[in-house]
């Protein structure tokens, strides 16, 4: 007689958090963070520099800074297409498939400079026919010409961040741009400003040190990636590897690309509302630039740590864990932050009391969205870990242009809200982008069946 052996069916638990996974998440997320609030440090120090050569300096560095953001963002998306890529080679330990990794990454570098650097030189010849002034081109373009030449070294320090996470070694990556923010100040005196009988070259200046900074960075990351075992590449360049990089990556820029470029269209939107509106508006952007950190730090630790794990499940309900926890806490700063805003400041001589005291319900809107705004950043974790770009492309897009951009202008202009109708159309475009990407990751929430 035949029998048949029925095993036990393994469990699952139904919220499989686990506290150590919660607490390496945090471990890698804290240094990358660290770097991007570190990063936003120097461009503040650029602005302030730039700013004691005047108005004009300003918005010419203001101009060519903004452009190169939008191309570097893109560059740096689409390699950020290596990192679950490179995540898996290491936990898989396949030393060949690093190399040809790391020769398509390159490559990759290679192929975006060669297409950004004419871009970005360029621009002062055409961009006016945006409506930018000729004359501010022009007192920029030196400025916006040694910025292009900064792209190389900044896609190739964009590649070699997006290796040393994904081997789970971030922490490098802080000490290097820790080094960089006294390198930045120095240089932007000493080539702005002159030195002894030197007069110095001005806004040029700053670009030039822009040059040498990042050129420093890229060598520092490069020693520090040998020195972690993360060197050498493969005799010949690997077609599918590029492909498979670019498939991942491209929809990643243009995702981060929709993203950054809805902000830089609120800002010169809020400017043309008046004074009180744009200066309430600046500094609620501001604000949001440090709270955006967090979701940085976790997206990318994300990232890494769904590409290397064995069960995704344990890894996506720790990350959504801890990120829910950071969302509330952050919520509810920002809201505090709110309410005193909205009492004013009582000291008429505070020049700025009215545009803090406008500020205030935007700050409001901003922990709205900010409660799920580092559960988006984790999810959107997720979703790169998985390979699953495409997605978070078509989410970024719907949120940020067909729903924050129309209602934002419609509640500022139609409605008469200002700056308030502006936010409240970023905030509603976030959180649907927000439940968008939460809502993908039941797709992945089952581990796929092994197959023998």
């Known amino acids: 007689m035949t029998q048949t052996l029925h095993l036990p069916r393994p469990q699952h638990p139904a919220w499989p958090f686990d506290t150590q996974e919660a607490r390496t998440i945090l471990a890698q997320a804290a240094p990358v963070a660290m770097v991007a609030l570190v990063n936003m440090a120097m461009s503040v120090t650029d602005t302030i520099m730039a700013a004691a050569h005047g108005p004009e300096a300003l918005a010419a560095v203001a101009v060519g800074s903004d452009f190169y ?108 741009t820790l080094a960089a923010v006294p390198l930045n100040a120095v240089g932007n005196q000493i080539l702005m400003n002159g030195f002894g009988a030197w007069d110095g070259l001005g806004i040029t200046g700053a670009g030039i040190s822009s040059l040498v900074v990042s050129t420093f960075t890229a060598l520092a990351l490069l020693f520090m990636a040998f020195r972690a075992g993360d060197f050498g590449g493969s005799t010949v360049v690997d077609r599918l590897a590029i492909e498979e990089i670019l498939a991942v990556g491209l929809p990643i820029g243009i995702a981060t690309l929709a993203e950054v470029g809805i902000f830089l269209s609120a800002t010169l939107y809020a400017a043309t509302l008046g004074t009180e509106a744009a200066a309430a508006h600046s500094i609620a952007i501001r604000i949001a630039g440090v709270t955006y950190v967090l979701s940085v730090g976790l997206l990318q630790a994300t990232a890494v740590r769904v590409a290397r794990s064995r069960d995704h499940r344990r890894t996506i309900a720790s990350a959504m864990g801890v990120s829910g926890g950071a969302g509330a806490i952050l919520a509810a700063l920002l809201l505090t932050a709110a309410v005193l805003m909205a009492k004013g400041i009582e000291d008429e001589a505070v020049s700025m009391a009215g545009a803090m005291a406008a500020a205030a319900p935007l700050i409001a809107l901003l922990a709205t969205a900010e409660l799920v705004g580092p559960a988006n950043a984790a999810a959107a974790g997720v979703l790169r870990g998985r390979k699953d770009t495409r997605a978070l492309m078509a989410f970024s897009i719907l949120g940020n242009w067909i729903v924050a951009a129309p209602l934002g202008i419609a509640l500022a202009s139609g409605g008469g809200w200002g700056a308030t109708g502006i936010w409240l159309g970023l905030t509603v475009g976030s959180v649907t982008a927000s439940l968008l990407t939460i809502g993908r990751l039941r797709r992945h929430w089952h581990p796929k069946p092994v197959r023998y």
């Open 69 to 176: 953001s939008i191309v570097f963002y893109l560059v740096a998306g689409t390699i950020g297409g290596l990192s679950p890529l490179y995540a898996e080679a290491s936990e898989a330990r396949d030393e060949t498939r690093l190399r040809t990794l790391r020769t398509a990454g390159w490559a990759i570098v290679a192929l975006a400079a060669i297409m950004a650097v004419p871009l970005i030189w360029t621009a002062p010849a055409y961009l006016h026919g945006v409506g930018i002034d000729r004359a501010l081109l022009s007192r920029g373009e030196g400025y916006t010409q040694a910025m292009a030449v900064t792209i190389v070294p900044m896609a190739a320090t964009a590649l070699l961040r997006c290796r040393l996470t994904a081997i789970e070694r971030p922490g490098l990556l802080l000490k290097v």
